[in-house]
Structure formats: structure tokens, C-alpha cells
């Protein structure tokens, strides 16, 4: 089984959003128009992909990706898909009672922050109450970890200060940072390994371009590491080309694929 920890399907206004022109440019793509739900689901498919975290998007101007698109889109395929949803930081309590929605109306497995769409890292008041819901709902928070690709600043990126701080003030918060935390992968892993609550997962990154440091903990047999794409900028198929040249020890490889993303995502229930 693969567990795909960090996806989207697209709307129009998110794949032609001027904001993600850097990363289409570096891939050597162009935005598609549009695409229906079944190319998502041939391209996992292709990839050997099970299941997928297809999650909302919203930001400063509004939701690119909505939590009841996304609703519609899990509604198309729901033994394939799960939903993360996204709110409005700004409004903390309007966010609050629509991460509840999403959880207990709409079945989703989670809240996925991007940090760098509202220039605020996740110490910032305004994620506190989320953070406490979450875990009064018993769903991980999910945010971005790294450099970014789209052309905005980095900062709120690093592991640390930021992320410690938040397992530290949170200690029953499930967090899961995405995009493996390059250039500060070693920050990121070494968050891992303190906080037993913390998970990596490495979307955005193809397995030939894992950092050193990265494969070495997949070898540890209590990694807390879990696959992700970033779909559609990387197709599963491309993403996991390579995997078995790592020559990870069965154990460590299940939990990788499907292991620590089941157990953060699917299995848990409040």
C-alpha cells in the first residue's frame, strides 16, 4: 500500500496562480487548464499510489482550492481520497468553526497551513487556536517546511526556531512538515527525533533528490518520515523512480510508504 501525504487537484484559479509560475517554470511544464478528477486518479495509478491527502488551499485573497471543492472531488473516488482541509488564518474564530466543519461534517483527515502565503510563521498568535483544536478534534496539523519554490520568503520555513516551539507549546499536536525542510533538513530531522508528535514528509522532492541526511533517517527503524508528491507539479510515478535504489530494510520502507501516514491520518479518531 502508498499513502500520498501531501496532494492537491487543482482548480484553474490555483494552477494558473502567478505565484506557482516559478515552480511550472522549473519543472518545464505549463499549468494545465484544467483536469478532471479521473486524470488524478490514472496518474496515482501509474505511481502505485492508494490513497492520497488531497487538501484546500486558502490564502490572504481567498480560498484557491476550497474546503467544499475538495469535499466535492473526495466525493468522486472516497476509498481513494481523503480530505485536508484550509482556512482563513486571519479570522481565528470563523477558522476554527470551519476546521470543525471539515472534520466532523465533511470528514477530513486534517489542516494543512501554508506559512509563506501569509508571511506568518507558526508561532504567530493567530495559529494558537487552530492548534488547540486540532487537537481537541484528534487531526495533525500540516504545514510547509524549507525554502520555497513559489517566488516568496523562506523564513517562516525553518524547523527551528518555529516548529520546536509549536511541538514544545503543544506537546499533543500532531505535526507533520512537508517538503522534506531544505536547506534546514537537518533542523527538521532533528525536530523529528525530539518530538514524538513531529513527522516529515517529503513532498515536492523526488527520491533522487532526497538530502543525505534525509536517507539516513529512513533507515532508522523508528523514521517518522512518510511519502508525499505535491501533485500535479510531481506525478507519483516520477516521484518514487529511484526508491528501491535506497536499499531501505523492509520495516523502514512500509513505514515510509504507507505505515506513518496511516497511522497519523487514517486510523486516528476522536
Same mark, same amino acid.
Given at each position: 500500500?502508498?499513502v500520498?501525504?501531501?496532494?492537491q487537484h487543482?482548480?484553474?484559479?490555483f494552477l494558473r496562480h502567478?505565484m506557482?509560475?516559478?515552480?511550472w517554470?522549473w519543472?518545464g511544464r505549463q499549468?494545465?487548464?484544467?483536469?478532471?478528477v479521473?486524470?488524478?486518479?490514472r496518474?496515482?495509478?501509474?505511481?502505485?499510489?492508494?490513497?492520497?491527502?488531497?487538501s484546500?488551499?486558502?490564502g490572504?485573497?481567498g480560498d484557491?482550492v476550497?474546503?467544499?471543492?475538495?469535499a466535492?472531488?473526495v466525493a468522486?473516488?472516497p476509498?481513494?481520497?481523503?480530505?485536508i @482541509?484550509?482556512?482563513?488564518l $486571519?479570522?481565528p474564530? #470563523?477558522a476554527v %468553526?470551519e476546521l470543525?466543519r471539515c472534520?466532523r461534517?465533511?470528514g !477530513?483527515?486534517?489542516l494543512?497551513?501554508?506559512?509563506?502565503?501569509?508571511?506568518?510563521p507558526?508561532?504567530d498568535?493567530?495559529?494558537?487556536?487552530?492548534?488547540a483544536?486540532c487537537?481537541?478534534?484528534g487531526?495533525p496539523?500540516c504545514?510547509?517546511?524549507?525554502?520555497?519554490g513559489p517566488l516568496r520568503?523562506?523564513?517562516t520555513g525553518?524547523p527551528?526556531?518555529?516548529?520546536d516551539?509549536?511541538?514544545?507549546?503543544?506537546?499533543?499536536l500532531?505535526i507533520?512538515?512537508g517538503?522534506i525542510?531544505?536547506?534546514?533538513?537537518e533542523?527538521m530531522?532533528?525536530?523529528?527525533?525530539?518530538h514524538?508528535?513531529v513527522y516529515i514528509?517529503t513532498? @515536492?522532492y523526488?527520491?533522487? $533528490?532526497?538530502?543525505? #541526511?534525509?536517507? %539516513?533517517?529512513?533507515?532508522d527503524p523508528?523514521?517518522?518520515?512518510? !511519502?508525499?508528491t505535491n501533485?500535479?507539479?510531481?506525478a507519483?510515478e516520477?516521484?518514487?523512480?529511484?526508491l528501491?535504489a535506497?536499499?531501505?530494510?523492509?520495516?523502514q520502507k512500509?513505514?515510509?510508504?504507507s505505515?506513518?501516514a496511516?497511522r497519523?491520518f487514517?486510523e486516528r479518531t476522536?
Open positions: 500500500m502508498i500520498d501525504a501531501w496532494m487543482g482548480t484553474p484559479r502567478e506557482l509560475a516559478s515552480l517554470r519543472i499549468p494545465p487548464e484544467d483536469s478532471p479521473e486524470d488524478t486518479l496518474a496515482m495509478d501509474a505511481g502505485g499510489v492508494d490513497v492520497a491527502l488531497m484546500a488551499w486558502y490572504p485573497e484557491l476550497s474546503n467544499d471543492e475538495v466535492d472531488f468522486v473516488a476509498d481513494r481520497f481523503a480530505g @482541509a484550509s482556512v482563513d $486571519r479570522r474564530m #470563523e %468553526r470543525r472534520v461534517d465533511l !477530513f483527515r486534517g494543512r497551513v501554508v506559512p509563506w502565503l501569509w508571511e506568518r507558526p508561532t498568535r493567530l495559529y494558537y487556536p487552530l492548534y483544536e487537537v481537541e478534534l487531526v496539523f504545514t510547509q517546511v524549507g525554502h520555497t520568503p523562506s523564513e525553518r527551528i526556531p518555529y516548529l516551539q509549536v511541538a514544545l507549546d503543544f506537546p499533543e500532531v507533520v512538515g517538503h525542510g531544505y536547506p534546514w533538513t533542523e530531522v532533528a525536530v523529528c527525533r525530539k514524538p508528535n514528509d513532498s @515536492a523526488t527520491v533522487r $533528490r532526497y538530502p543525505p #541526511e534525509l536517507v %539516513r533517517y529512513l533507515n523508528r523514521h517518522k518520515v512518510m !511519502f508525499g501533485y500535479p507539479m510531481i507519483p516520477r516521484a518514487l523512480r529511484g528501491d535506497l536499499d531501505l530494510p523492509d520495516e512500509q513505514a515510509f510508504l505505515g506513518n496511516t497519523v487514517l476522536k
